[in-house]
């Protein structure tokens, strides 16, 4: 069963620089299926979903480890199989001498015109993977960014609109 998210809804969350929670609101809970004691301390890979593309994890973890923010659609796992899109933008959290210390993510429900996008395009990347990698998946991605002169995040923005 596919879950949405309402439109006012905010996801949030907090890990450690290795993605273990730290912290989660009511709402991820929810969406989720998950109690806060279920949650904290365990990898944020707890709601991965299997029909998510690992090159979209990949670029999100380069970005961020790299001080940079990201947005990015992704496809959540439930406590009980269901699924759940999310528009999501993940930043990196600093001490104060500018080290990174975690990451702090707010998901908002995904415009679904861009979703018509998205899935086609997870479902080509998934297959690549499958079948070559995840530097093949990787490729389709950049491709398309290169065709379109855009950058990830400018390409993600502007499909949200």
Known sequence: ?????????????????????????????DMAGYTEEE???KAHSIVRHPDMPKAVFKLLWEMVQGSEEIFAYVINKTKS?????VFANVTPS???????????????MPNPKALELIKPLYAQ???????????ASTKILTDILHDKGVSY???IIDIQQ
Request: glycine letters at 10%.
């Open 81 to 85: 199989g269901d699924a759940y899109w």
């Open 153 to 155: 995040n400018e390409f």
């Open 125 to 135: 990347m998934l297959q690549a993977e499958k079948s070559a990698g995840v530097q």
């Open 39 to 41: 949650l904290l301390g």
């Open 1 to 29: 069963m596919l879950k949405q998210m309402q439109k006012n809804d905010f996801i949030i969350s907090k890990t450690d620089t290795k993605g273990r929670i730290t912290y989660t609101n009511k709402i991820f809970m």
């Open 94 to 108: 600093f001490d104060e001498h500018g080290k990174i210390i975690g990451y702090y993510s707010v998901r908002r």
